[in-house]
Structures are given as C-alpha cells and as structure tokens.
C-alpha cells in the first residue's frame, strides 16, 4: 500500500478538511494582515508609526536611561511568554506519555467526539506543533529588542548628530524598524497563542474545529483593524 495512502487513511476525510481550514486560514489570514496593513492601517502598523517617533526623540535626548528601560520592559512580555510556553510543552508531552487515561478523560467531556489513541494523540501533537512554533517566534522577539537595545545604546549623543552632520532620521528608521519587527514577530506568538483555542476544538468534532478556526480568525481582524485602541492612534 502507498505510504502516503496509509498516512491520509489514518484519519477521517472531515478532519482532513478541518486541518486543511485550520492552516491555511492561519497562513491565509496572516498574509491577509500583512497585505491589508499597507492600504489600511492596523494595530502594529499604528504601533510602528509610534516606534518610529520614539525613535526619533530618543536622538534628541542626552540621557538615554528611559528609552533602555522602554526596552526592556518590552522584552519581558516575549520573555514571559516563552517561559510558559516552555511548561505548556512539557504538559503536551507528559498527555503524550499517558495518552490511554488522557484520552479517557476527553471521552467523558460532553459532546467530546469518541477517538482512538493514535487519532488522540495527533491532536496532542497539532497542538505540540503550535506552541512550538510560538515558542520559536517569542525567543526570535526577545533577540530583536536585544538588537534594538543595542542600537539605542549605540546612538551618537545628541549634539554629535548636527555637528557631524548626522541624519536623526536615519537613525530613527533604523532602529525602530528592528523593534517594530520585535513587535511582528511577538505578534506572531500571540497569534499562535490564539490560534491553540481554535485547535482545542478538534477535540470536540472536526465541525467544531472548523468553526473555533474561523471565530478565532474574526477575532483576531477585529482586534487588529477594528478595535477601540486602533480608532485612538490613529486619531
């Protein structure tokens, strides 16, 4: 038998289609955000515009200490994060380790869909698989805020910029194009983050799935092109 037909023959043809929905309305919705951010402003590109003031400012000033500790604030949310995606993937792999009682446990939840072991435990791993790549980006982030410290620390003093003839904006450009791309790529963590809700759903039935997938993707257009907090920086 084709190996490939003995690895699509391990689960239904629904699920097959709710995992298609799954990454690619992830993948979809990611380029889709990117895309739209450049005719119609969302939350990071707002934030990007106020990066790139912050930015600018900082040329201005002689002491420099409040646009480290701005850093370094910023850089403890990936951190955080990373820190407690390390446990959540520990927990996944101990489920892993004892997938017959896990797996048990979920057929007593209400409306759970009755599985296999094996079926059970590639959900275990889907989810395994989302928090690892979130746990990816967030460390990626705390390296780019440790670029974008390094470049606040190594900005002339400010008087150096008009009598060498200097370009502040330049300056401003550059550094706080390398925190804005912190900041995408913390987003991208906490995309995944929300984008585990909608894989929970795979648990309950593959409709379910599906349907978790697109809510959680409403949520997250709402949120970045359509909150409050976006109509007050734009404003």
Excluded at 93 to 118: C, H, M, N, Q, W
Aim: net charge positive.
């Amino acid at each position: 038998m084709n190996p490939l037909l003995k690895v699509i023959g391990l689960l239904p043809w629904i699920d097959w289609v709710a995992l298609v929905v799954f990454f690619g309305g992830w993948a979809g919705y990611a380029w889709f955000a990117r895309d739209r951010a450049l005719t119609r402003p969302s939350i990071l590109a707002a934030t990007n515009r106020v990066r790139l003031q912050w930015m600018l400012q900082t040329t201005y000033r002689e002491v420099r200490v409040l646009d480290g500790a701005v850093v370094q604030s910023l850089s403890t949310s990936p951190s955080f994060f990373a820190s407690t995606t390390v446990l959540i993937i520990g927990g996944l792999l101990a489920v892993l380790g004892t997938s017959d009682k896990a797996s048990e446990l979920v057929r007593e939840i209400p409306f759970a869909a009755s599985a296999s072991v094996l079926i059970f435990d590639m959900k275990v791993i889907l989810l395994l698989v989302v928090f690892v790549y979130a746990f990816f980006r967030f460390t990626w982030s705390m390296r780019q805020y440790t670029f974008g410290a390094l470049l606040v620390a190594s900005a002339p003093e400010a008087s150096q910029f008009a009598a060498q003839g200097l370009s502040r904006e330049a300056f401003a450009n550059k550094a706080g194009r390398v925190v804005g791309m912190a900041a995408e790529t913390f987003n991208d963590g906490l995309r995944a983050y929300y984008m585990s809700f909608a894989a929970v759903g795979w648990f309950f039935s593959p409709l379910m799935f599906m349907l978790s997938t697109a809510g959680v993707i409403y949520i997250l257009f709402q949120r970045e092109f359509h909150s409050d907090v976006l109509g007050v920086l734009n404003g």
